[in-house]
Structure formats: C-alpha cells, structure tokens
C-alpha cells in the first residue's frame, strides 16, 4: 500500500520561500516519476511540477518555472518541492502523487498518477 507524506507548508510572505517534502512508502521508489500539484478551494487540481524516477529530467508549469525546484533523494525514498520567490498566488493545498505506472514519465495531467498524499497547506501573504 502506498503511502505519501507531505510536509513543509506553512505561512510565508510574498518573496519568501518554503521547502516542502514528500515522503514515499510501499513501492519501489526509485522506479516511479513523481508529481507536485496544487488546489485551491473550488477549483481543480493543477499541475505544478514533475520529476522522473532517476531524477534527470524535470519540467514545470509555467506559472512556477523559475522559482520552483523539483528534486529527488532515491536513497530517502522523498520527493522534494523549493518554492521561492513565492506569490499570493501560490497560496493552496500542494499535493504529491506517484506516477500510475513504474517507468512512466508522468505528466500534467492528475489521471497520470495513481496515489496521492493528504496535502500540505500553503499561504502566502501579500
């Protein structure tokens, strides 16, 4: 049974930054593409950021190209999300999946994953 395990979230003003980290049980981590998403109240999930299972290639929403990171430690079985720079906009739930088939390589799209962590809040203050 996957489990995944956001943390990091908080309040932060407009420029700051935040960390935020998934830990991943009950796979084979190092064989699934990952994903970052993000939502607000009442409206869909959206894509923010996606990284392959060796960690070679990412890519971005564009709205968070350029401040945020997509990173991976395989060892430690976490994905991880640098947010800086961060916008009012930015404020939602951010949520972490895993890839719905080992050596896919994900996309934007929520029905490429297949399990889903409990979110982890942000807010970001103008």
């Known amino acids: 049974q996957v489990q995944l395990v956001e943390s990091g979230g908080g309040l932060v003003q407009a420029g700051g930054s935040l960390r935020l980290s998934c830990a991943a049980s009950?796979?084979?981590?190092?064989?699934?593409?990952m994903g970052w998403f993000r939502q607000v109240q009442g409206k869909e999930r959206e894509f923010v950021a996606a990284?392959?299972?060796?960690?070679?290639?990412?890519y971005y929403a564009d709205s968070v190209k350029g401040r945020f990171t997509i990173s991976r430690d395989n060892a430690k079985n976490t994905v991880y999300l640098q947010m800086n720079s961060l916008k009012p906009e930015d404020t939602a739930v951010y949520y972490c999946?895993?890839?719905?088939?080992?050596?896919?390589?994900?996309?934007?799209?929520?029905?490429?994953?297949?399990?889903w962590g409990q979110g982890t809040p942000v807010t970001v203050s103008s």
């Open positions: 999946a895993v890839a719905s088939r080992p050596y896919n390589s994900g996309g934007d799209s929520s029905e490429d994953y297949r399990s």
């Open positions: 009950g796979l084979t981590f190092s064989s699934y593409a």
């Open positions: 990284i392959r299972w060796t960690g070679t290639f990412t």
